[in-house]
């Protein structure tokens, strides 16, 4: 199958100042309900000289963009501790996304793994009605060494 669903996946924060490169200490984030979007984007740039009707187009540089996800408040799981310590650190933090996607009666399979570095950059508590679950969200800027994708094994 070449598509998968999200169900099963699991958030992860590393130690301040490390990289995604090289840590090796994970905290599970709990109770995520929307892990959000992101990806590199780049910046048009447009030449528009007089003697030309049409605009020139080049890519410039890029930026690996931001990372908003929602979940439950819960104030005694240790990654959301985390969370709320990172956003007045100005050290990166690592962070790694799991999918659901690992075949868990194989043994030795791993699922598979998105693995960048990030800025926190807020931890805001959500209030709703009287039928809501009390929520947060965070916003990370991501640094651009990139994200790492390794597929399911």
């Known amino acids: 199958m070449a598509f998968k669903t999200m169900g099963g996946a699991t ?77 007045d650190e100005d050290l990166q933090r690592p962070m790694k996304i799991e999918l659901g996607d690992d075949d868990v009666d194989v043994s030795g399979n791993a699922p598979t793994t998105y693995t960048f570095d990030a800025l926190i950059m807020s931890f805001v508590s959500q209030f709703g009605t009287r039928d809501t679950v009390v929520g947060a969200t965070v916003q990370m800027e991501l640094l651009p060494n990139g994200v790492t994708k390794t597929e399911a094994v």
């Open 11 to 87: 958030l992860f924060i590393g130690t301040a100042g490390a990289t995604h490169a090289t840590e090796s200490v994970w905290v599970k984030v709990g109770e995520v309900t929307d892990f959000g979007e992101f990806g590199r984007e780049y910046v048009l740039i447009e030449h528009e000289p007089v003697d030309v009707r049409g605009t020139q187009k080049l890519k410039g540089g890029f930026n690996e963009g931001s990372f908003n996800f929602v979940m439950a408040e819960d104030l005694t799981d240790a990654g959301q501790d985390l969370m709320r310590i990172a956003v």
